[in-house]
């Protein structure tokens, strides 16, 4: 049947996420090699839409199901819904591939149950708090206690793909379509495909999210000074560095992302020195001017590009990261020359990975060195009374919005 392939290829990435909390990035690796790309693209659509929009798609099947189906009808029931309510697929093709994707013992009741959701579904949809049921319980509560009533716009943010956004090498001009952004980051819409773009071959841009761009252009590293990127790969903040002219020692633990990592500045033909090490452990040959320390995290600040990190982290995922970030900070303290700064970066937004390291940072000889309003000229409230950068999904909202993103910066003392 002509689309299977691309439902059965969505089902897999939602098994993979949902059941084994696997990441998408990692399924989608993990996908049959022989798949056409564009079923491969389109699972991803498909399975992306699931996950953006779980709770509501789960809340209009509901009434129409008696008990809760095994895995693999319930994923057919919201692949078909999906398609039905969110993505226009024709009704009679998003029916008959779920019904040809589900068991055999669950394929009348999965023909049934869309029939009625392609004809209630549109309405049921209408009625529902979406940003409240596609958020997980626990990631609304913290977010609504750390940033109030905002916690509906972040949610709200979430609900469709992001936009394309590139950090362009120094002196490049923007290819035709890009928004020129205030921080300096080019913008293409959602779906724009970077291989596409004229200038990617020859190095003239690499993919970052204009949040992400933040943490490396507020440590202003300087021309010749000795810089160390922890936890370096991809790449996008080490390309930055050595673009603004700095020495760069990039440490990156894992084999796999080293090699991207160095695939990544090759094509952009800037110079780093890459260590695969625990930048926990490692021993830096000698102190450093400045380190950009973008630690590993619950990443619940990327859920716009990554939806299903809302469903692969627990509350538990938190203060575990919190704790390898700390050991992180402290490695990274005694890597510095006295009177050497570091921003610390995380892309989450729960404060327990952001500002609880200022009291943190204090006790390892670390001064906080606040940012200024006028070092982000067009993003000001990014920056937080106490002087950290903050930024949310819902900053920028009319333009396609931005990644959460945490960063401060310290002075090493004495
Ligand atoms: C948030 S990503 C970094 C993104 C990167 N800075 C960029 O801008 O492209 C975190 C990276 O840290 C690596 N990592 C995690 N723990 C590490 C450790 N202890 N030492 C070195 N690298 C580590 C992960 O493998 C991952 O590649």
New binding site residues.
């Given amino acids: 049947m002509s689309g299977l392939p691309t439902r059965k290829a969505a089902r897999d990435l939602l098994d993979a996420t949902l059941e084994h909390r696997r990441p998408l990035e990692e399924a989608l690796e993990q996908l049959p090699k022989r798949l056409d790309p564009r079923d491969r693209a389109a699972a991803h659509r498909i399975a992306a839409a699931v996950l953006r929009r779980l709770g509501s798609i789960d809340e209009v099947l509901s009434p129409f199901l008696r008990r809760d189906p095994p895995p693999p009808a319930r994923h057919a029931l919201r692949i078909g819904a999906a398609e039905l309510l969110l993505l226009d697929t024709p009704p009679h093709a998003a029916v008959a591939t779920a019904v040809a994707l589900a068991p055999k013992a669950f394929a009348g009741l999965v023909n049934a149950v869309l029939r009625k959701v392609a004809a209630e579904g549109p309405a049921a949809l209408e009625g529902l708090d979406a940003p409240r049921l596609d958020t997980p319980a626990w990631l609304w509560s913290a977010w609504h206690a750390a940033y109030g009533p905002a916690v509906r716009a972040i949610a709200e943010a979430h609900r469709g793909p992001a936009p394309l956004d590139l950090t362009p090498a120094p002196g490049a001009t923007p290819p035709e379509g890009a928004e020129v952004l205030p921080t300096g980051s080019w913008r293409f819409a959602a779906g724009t495909r970077v291989t596409d773009l004229p200038g990617f071959a020859e190095g003239q841009f690499w993919v970052?999210d204009a949040a992400?761009a933040l943490p490396?252009l507020l440590l202003k590293p300087q021309v010749g000074e000795r810089v160390a990127?922890?936890?370096?790969?991809?790449?996008?903040?080490?390309a930055q560095l050595a673009a603004a002219g700095a020495e760069v020692t990039a440490?990156?633990?894992?084999a796999g992302?080293v090699a991207r990592?160095a695939e990544n500045l090759a094509r952009l033909r800037l110079p780093a020195t890459i260590v695969q090490?625990?930048?926990?452990?490692?021993a830096a040959p000698e102190p450093f001017d400045a380190i950009?320390l973008?630690?590993?995290?619950t990443?619940t600040g990327t859920i716009r590009r990554h939806p299903d990190v809302a469903h692969g982290k627990r509350p538990r995922d938190v203060p575990a990261a919190a704790e390898?970030q700390s050991r992180?900070l402290g490695a990274a303290a005694a890597m510095l020359k006295p009177g050497g700064r570091i921003v610390f970066a995380?892309?989450s937004l729960q404060p327990e990975e952001g500002e609880a390291h200022l009291a943190r940072a204090a006790t390892l000889g670390l001064a906080h060195d606040p940012f200024g309003t006028e070092e982000l000229a067009g993003l000001t409230e990014a920056i937080t009374p106490s002087g950290c950068l903050r930024t949310r999904p819902d900053f920028w909202g009319t333009r396609g919005g931005m990644d959460g993103f945490f960063a401060a910066r310290f002075r090493r003392v004495g």
């Fill in positions: 970052q992400a490396a990127d922890l936890c370096a790969a991809p790449g996008g903040k080490t440490v990156e633990r894992d992302r990592l090490a625990d930048a926990a452990a490692w950009l973008d630690a590993p995290c990443a390898a992180l995380t892309c």
